[in-house]
């Protein structure tokens, strides 16, 4: 059964640094998204990807995020400049009507 | 932000019993409504989905109820089985230009499935 990928499952990173997490979305998906999931809250949207384009982003989602479909296959979430405050575990999805999420990048910052 | 609550943070069921999950909203823009069974350090599994079109959606053991005036779903798991045991998520979206989705999660409620 076709999945959504990660990776890294883990990524540790001093505060400050440039991180890239990759993502591997369902084949025929044309919809991608991403969310995070601070330790104990909810899971919230960050943004929706369609077409090439963002098509919608959240608040969180500012100037430090980016997203990237470099390829035909991979999609990225940048964080420029990470702050404490952006440990979280970070999911993507991709959708044709429900959405499939993939396992997650715990991203911890130090 | 409280667009979608769901108020019990835990249900216990017994096996082979119904187990009900409900789930409150209050964003009349909500036109598409998931919900989603999360084991720790996975992802979130999709389950089932409905659009505000329909009250009913139904698939193998479970089927989602939608109740657009009390602005309320639920999901019910029947017969229960000890694998459901998991934290199940209810998630509503507006649908979006180019039909994106932007999903709004509850809390999530904690059902075990006991012996």
């Known amino acids: 059964e076709p999945e959504v990928t990660q990776t890294p499952s883990h990524q540790v990173t001093q505060m400050g640094q440039e991180v890239i997490l990759r993502c591997v979305p369902i084949?025929?998906?044309?919809?991608f998204y991403w969310y995070r999931q601070i330790l104990g809250q909810k899971v919230e949207f960050l943004v929706s990807?369609?077409?090439?384009?963002?098509?919608?982003k959240s608040e969180i989602f500012d100037d430090q995020f980016s997203v990237e479909r470099p390829d035909g296959s991979n999609f990225t979430l940048k964080i420029r400049s990470t702050k404490l405050e952006d440990s979280a575990m970070y999911f993507c999805?991709?959708?044709?009507?429900?959405?499939?999420f993939g396992p997650g990048t715990r991203l911890t910052v130090l | 932000d409280q667009q979608v609550k769901q108020n019990s943070p835990s249900l216990s069921v017994q096996e082979g019993r119904i187990s009900i999950l409900n789930c409150d909203y209050t964003n009349s823009m909500f036109d598409y409504f998931l919900w989603y069974k999360k084991y720790p350090a996975e992802g979130p599994t999709f389950l089932i989905s409905i659009s505000s079109i329909k009250d009913k959606n139904e698939d193998g053991r479970f089927t989602v109820f939608l109740n657009k005036s009390a602005k309320h779903l639920s999901l019910h798991i029947v017969p229960s089985q000890p694998g459901d045991s998991a934290v199940y998520f209810c998630a509503a979206s507006p649908i979006l230009l180019q039909g994106a989705q932007k999903l709004v999660f509850g809390q999530g409620t904690r059902l075990t499935i006991n012996p």
């Open positions: 990807f369609y077409n090439n384009e963002i098509s919608e």
């Open positions: 084949s025929n998906h044309l919809y």
């Open positions: 999805a991709s959708s044709e009507q429900g959405q499939f």
